[in-house]
């Protein structure tokens, strides 16, 4: 692994100027203003080529981090010790110890690592991340964690049936970008992974039910939930989180009412909209033509009502 103080005295001036900047955006505790000083501090020294750092997570976790992608999957991480601030707060109040839990596009770990942690020894984390070169980054960051015995990664994607699959990894975008869709674009290159059903893949691993889901697939998420019909029936469904965005199901030729359309006539869920500006949820029945999107938080209709109370923010 690559460290910046290893490096030549260029790149030593910048781990000093960018490892200053984070001094003040990490402990500094009045957050308004830290966003720009990050973004100026990248600008001015530089974004550092193929380099590797290990930083300490603002709730005590540690990842690798490579600020050389652009835009930057990790900047927040290192520069603010957090990711995705509001949906990490939600997941913290809906997963508790002893759950059982899938992470359906698990990225780098970020919230496989999470909800780890939340469900404790007594509890699981499934973890599927199909690009190979995105679960190698995965894989870096739950051994960097010390292997957590309560998780399992599988380099593999999720869909409605099993089988083989191309994936559309896009230049100039992170990698958490990746789709099954070409999304009408032309600068990506494509690699070759295994799919899985949610269904086929619980079924071959028997337990105790499957408390949350956690579902980002780039668009794929209509084909997650029709290959999850079992995973639904079960006497008490489980939560989910799962980001309807229609920039992103578009291309898959359906829009983010049918995911509500499918869960509701599945289970009897409550949805809540999250949005990240304001860190609220909103209860909601359905998304009007000109909504964007938004992740959405599903619960079974009577269950869990302690954990959704515990969100900061909720509103109906």
């Known amino acids: 692994m690559k460290r910046w103080d290893k490096r030549g005295g260029g790149d030593a001036v910048r781990h000093l100027a960018l490892g200053l900047v984070r001094l003040y955006t990490y402990y500094f505790p009045v957050r308004k203003g830290k966003y720009r000083v990050m973004n100026a501090a990248l600008r001015f020294a530089g974004r550092p080529e193929g380099e590797v750092v290990r930083c300490r997570t603002a709730d005590g976790r540690d990842f690798l981090v490579e600020l050389s992608s652009s835009p930057g999957m990790y900047d927040t991480v290192y520069f603010l010790g957090e990711y995705e601030r509001f949906i990490t707060r939600i997941i913290s109040s809906m997963v508790w110890p002893g759950d059982r839990c899938l992470d359906v596009g698990a990225n780098y770990g970020w919230y496989t690592l999470l909800m780890s942690h939340l469900s404790g020894t007594a509890g699981e984390v499934h ?19 010390g292997s957590p015995p309560n998780i399992v990664l599988n380099n593999m994607g999720v869909a409605d049936a099993s089988g083989r699959a191309s994936m ?26 295994d799919l899985t059903t949610l269904d086929e893949y619980l079924g071959n691993r028997p ?42 199901t578009r291309p898959f030729k359906y829009g983010p009412n049918e995911l509500l359309a499918l869960l509701r006539q599945a289970a009897d869920y409550e949805f809540y909209a999250v949005d990240d500006t304001l860190s609220t949820v909103r209860r909601m ?4 033509k000109e909504d964007i999107g938004a992740n959405v938080l599903c619960v079974p209709a009577g269950n869990y009502r302690e954990r959704l109370a515990n969100i900061p923010g909720t509103r109906d």
Not at 224 to 241: D, E, F, K
């Open 127 to 145: 973890a599927f991340e199909p690009v190979p070169e995105t679960f190698r980054m995965l894989r870096r960051n739950f051994l960097t964690a």
């Open 207 to 248: 337990g105790a039910p499957i408390h949350f889901v956690k579902c980002d697939v780039e668009g794929a998420e209509l084909k997650v939930l029709r290959g999850a019909t079992s995973l639904l029936r079960q006497p008490v469904p489980p939560i989910w989180i799962v980001e309807m965005a229609r920039e992103t």
């Open 168 to 193: 559309h990894v896009f230049a100039g975008l992170p990698h958490g970008h990746s789709s099954l869709s070409d999304m009408g674009r032309k600068d990506f290159c494509t690699v070759e992974c």
């Open 285 to 288: 029945e359905r998304f009007a």
